[in-house]
């Protein structure tokens, strides 16, 4: 089935943008060296499988770095972003030129196994967390230039966005506190920025109280051990907000303790910075 | 000490790029939100610490990323890339406006920390192969526009960078040959392409002493286990050439066999397109 | 002064841009062909005078402008963004070879009086919404590829800024409804998009009680009389939410009724891309 | 009717890249976080109108803009640039998936309604000097970075293009003077820049004089009252050399005047830098 | 001498940019790999050095080269655009760490020598074409992507320019005729674009009569013979306009049998297609 | 026939990147002013024909030039890069709008015209070599910015390619060697740059010996006389390493002296930086 837009796609405009500087570090300045030693004519069929257990994402990607590459390629996605895959399964199938195939090879694939990579990572915090309410989301913390790209593998892996970038929401860390009470860091950021979220960092129980005081909207609680992450659960008590974020080192091994806590959102850090790639490879063959 | 040029910087083109595109995905539309709570005039100093024990890498675009937010950022570098940094050990000294290293420091960090990562896995591999002369070296395996930047990370941690891209050099894969014989891809390859590192990759032991009969530069080995590859060390016996390339699934528990048959390079994807990063942090204090 | 950064400031990667992609559109292929004219070591003095009243922005962009015209062009600062100018102040002295201040003249000048002319009318709304909790804050009606230097003037004006783009939070329309509740949808969007605002566009006073009901953070007036506003206000009492934000055709007439409801927030696309330009003017003399 | 090339467009170079700048500041990092919540296959119609009387300009960014963002929505345009519209009138009618109009929507409007508002107003001035020979024309007062698509809805007002940059051609002023007399720099100019427009400021009638007598291609008159322009075209007689230009406050009330005096163009910096938006929207149904 | 701007330069943005592409094309993705090998603390000095007689131009670039590679090394310089070099003549110096000198060589080289080519094929022409009013100018026949630079060699090399690009003014040749006769063309054009330079191109006497009824501000003289040119020329009298230009296939053989006619402009399109570079080289020292 | 990827085209990155550019410098900021005067509709057809006698290249950038203006304009390739054309032939016919052509026309042309000079005179060289098995090859002395498109011009030519660039191998030249042996130097390249094409410059003939004996890949024989280059010939006798290259000052002349000494590889910079265009030009007639 030809690739249609998805609602777990990233904006266009950086799919768009990434592939041709991939295709640009990958290409110039003599282009494939080697495949000129193919017939120009030859065709063939390429299968994009599964190599690895996971969660697929960027397939918008690969689609659009074998369509920059070469307009008689023909993509045949049998599963799109978010869909869950098993070593062996067919993922894409490619028609077209050989040597376009070949070309455009390394590069989709190495926007589909790293973006996979995520999202089955992500895919794992989740269903270590199950059972809780508390949703697992990602952090600043990914891999520079590839930050809409990350976040979309991160949706796909079942997780959620925490802000895009440093102009989306304020949050205020100890940092920018100096000599103010947070009670006032709020007051002066909902007069500067009205109507946007504003999250606050909290080390201590009192800083906690403060924020849920202050009516924060979020309030990421800054390397705490799940019992305390309970206490400030109970602080919070049945109010709506401020929603609840555990952050700071949380693994596979101790996020279903924090998840059990009742905690709206934990954040990891390492389902964009540290990931492995999901294994995808190509398997080709001549017509 | 003010950074000075390494050669085992990444050129500066791609260094700027990468910075320039990463600030501005962190920072547009609205800029810092948050930072516009800080008094203006505030300065202070930060201390970029090392959290894991690894291999630095990346200080360049770190440097760069300070230095393109604000001019009066001062960085004072204690290490440079390939140094080994050990949990709590001082990296670097940022002085300056307070806001702007609040700014700059998560993008430093990604950057730094991220490459730091590839520095460091590729160092354990180095280490893991220790005491025979196979080196480990890259792929293209990289993330999407980062290939200048992680490979120059590769080289920080001790390893050697593959061909660069498609366009670097020759390497004859089954899908290239169809029909030909081994001998006859690599004469049409050094017809087109002379002076150019010709490389082929062999399934078989067959095509490796085909390989080796059409003085091919580099062989690589796809996937052959360790007792193969030193068969195939054996049938090149003394001659220099062709290299002998191990590839495929080599981790760090099975690349010391891989290293003890004799074999020169061992290309590992993981360090690329796998490595965790090493934690890197920012201490911050107001002056 | 030598200018320093602002609180105000957009973000420096977009002032860089925009006035590298102006300065090139004004000067290539040929430069600037008429001050060829001039002697090349001509030195002289510039000053930048307001011309009319109002409201100062983009000296930023102005600064770079020169700056990256010539080095050595010294640029004093007598005011920055967000100053209350009248006509015949003096803004800024340049000094430095005559020729290049005459190839930056009228770049600086387009961007200065350009975004002044976005604060002061920003302003005149500010001032005729005073005495009322009422903030005037902007819209995506911008001008395409200027929104982070159009909405940083709205900034400087005294104004807020709505949502930055399409990305930084959710607005629901009637046409993203179709048949579903607005609680639904606005469930929908925080399990989505959990810790990001969720805004709801309401035109009728049912679906503002559904909104509040629902615990949207923001729900927009659509095209309401004053009265109807005020009547939503009291719908909302003295819950702290949601924010409630006119939309429509407020003009500097209607402003203050729409101001003495009572209502939060109030939005004026006409700031962003109606506002005449703030006559700025560059008085020169040959040293 | 599918769009079709026009010679009042700017260039597809300048269209091209605008939308795609337009399009990543509206989306990224996140995309269109509220059309997330449309079903994907929802399909829709929506009807381009406009709400006031005015000029229309920008259609082929608009039409880009829906074209970059999906392929799958088909344009049917009812005008093009430079037809005029009135409150109600059907501009385009656009067919698609309705959340991919919904994303484009505001890109689409802000580029139409901006550059018909200059198309607009460049058609009130046209039409207040009716009757006479005198051309409105723009100047250099542009938004910074959108000069081509300005300057090309100025055409489609009915109004003409003064030198596109400052390569195009000279404009001496009374700073590339110094003490050199006219006649020598638009001598000058001519051996340096042969074949191209030389223009010359004049302030005063004795300016006028020794610009005709040597031969300038223009002659800008700087601020004259119009029985000054009066006199000035008396000057040059029927020669048909040199054109005449008034700048400089110009306005809707006094362009009558000034055209009367047989003048031949009159620049007006409001038409780029002043002018309000056409009001324009986008009528949606879900099929 | 630190370099100062000229008056012949290219504009800096063009500059800049240009620079940056070629640093990015020979140095991305792993950097100079060669230089690597030197002691990165060795300075040295280099001498650039004419190996051949011509003009020098391109100094801005060959300067900007060496500046965004390192900013510790100085270029002083001896000589500027538009001087005359011989064999062995100094034309900078440049003092700084080697292995930057070494990594900016060819591509400081290549700016230089290909620039300074360009400046003296035209001094050739201009020289050839001496003792009469004809200048030598430049045509649209430039290298893709280096107009702004060529056209500035050509300035350096005493030469003139013809229109930057498309857009600049209106050249009317047979194929936009059609059916229309000239002197409608410029009736046209004129309406269309008022101020703008408008030319005629002529392949016949009768075309020239009525493109100076027409009051044609250029008439190109095509292919015509210099007898004819001379008729040419004598039809014009002593009009000061049109300004007769020749073009077709002058070459230095012929040129100054058409300079000789009294023509005023000569295009010679291989002054910026075809001119040989200056061999221009670099002595280096270390320290 | 509709053009076809040819295994010599350059990467189609560097392709579209380079249209790209030269139709924004040559149309912006108005458009093609003078295509306006033409009747919109006017359709006709351009035959692409060869006023001189060469070899062919850049086809893919004259394509890319006229699909880029208007993808209504068809495009029939009679010829490839790499064929050989007389005056006269037919090389392609443009079928479009008439306005189009006439826009794309003179950007195609540079593109096919400079590209296929440099095919031409490689060509030249190439037969001028005939009868050895001594390859002509580029240098880095291209034009700044075009290299991909100039290295496969060369390959259209029957040339080969040195390196790419700064990246792709390693020429070790007196200026890196300092007090370095050149065995020293050659173990240290390949030391840090395994797999790598290692290149030794000699000045002399002991220093041929020396790089022999150390197994580099290729000597460049620097400015030496056939008879030296004979003499290193048998020097390294009937071993297949290194391949020995001639560079520095080889003319049409010369080359065949230089090919019969039996060296591998012939270096010429004046393929790429001083080659004329080859004369090609568009006939067109309305329909």
């Avoid at 943008?17 to 290409?27: P, T």
């Avoid at 049998?78 to 455009?104: F, K, N, Q, R, Y």
């Avoid at 079942?158 to 006032?184: C, F, Y």
Wanted: aromatic share 4%.
């Amino acid at each position: 089935m030809t690739r249609r837009r998805s609602e777990l796609d990233p904006p266009f405009t950086a799919v768009r943008d990434a592939v041709e500087r991939a295709l640009r570090e990958d290409l110039e300045p003599l282009g494939d060296v080697t495949s000129t030693l193919l017939p120009p004519d030859l065709t063939g069929t390429a299968r994009m499988v599964a190599r690895g257990e996971g969660v697929l994402a960027g397939t918008a990607c690969a689609d659009e770095a074998f369509r920059q590459v070469d307009g008689d390629i023909r993509c045949e996605w049998a599963h799109g972003d978010g869909a869950t895959v098993v070593p062996g399964e067919l993922i894409a199938t490619l028609t077209g030129p050989m040597h376009s195939i070949l070309t455009a090879e390394r590069t989709a694939l190495n926007f589909v196994s790293h973006l996979s990579g995520i999202a089955t990572l992500t895919r794992r915090f989740v269903r270590a967390a199950h059972g809780n309410n508390a949703r697992i989301w990602d952090t600043r913390k990914t891999t520079p230039g590839l930050r809409a790209l990350q976040k979309a593998a991160v949706r796909a892996g079942g997780g959620a966005n925490h802000r895009g970038n440093l102009s989306e929401w304020v949050l205020v860390k100890d940092n920018h506190l100096g000599d103010m009470a947070i009670g006032e860091a709020i007051r002066r950021a909902r007069l500067r920025w009205p109507g946007r979220t504003v999250q606050v960092e909290a080390d201590r129980l009192s800083q906690v109280q403060e924020a849920i005081d202050a009516d924060a909207d979020i309030v990421l609680l800054d390397n705490m051990a799940p019992d305390q992450v309970a206490y400030c659960v109970e602080l919070r008590g049945d109010r709506r907000r401020p929603l609840l974020e555990v952050s700071g080192g949380v693994t596979l091994q101790t996020v279903a303790d924090y998840a059990a806590t009742g905690v709206d959102l934990i954040s990891v850090g390492a389902i964009t910075n540290s990931a492995p790639v999901l294994d995808i490879g190509l398997d080709l063959a001549a017509e």
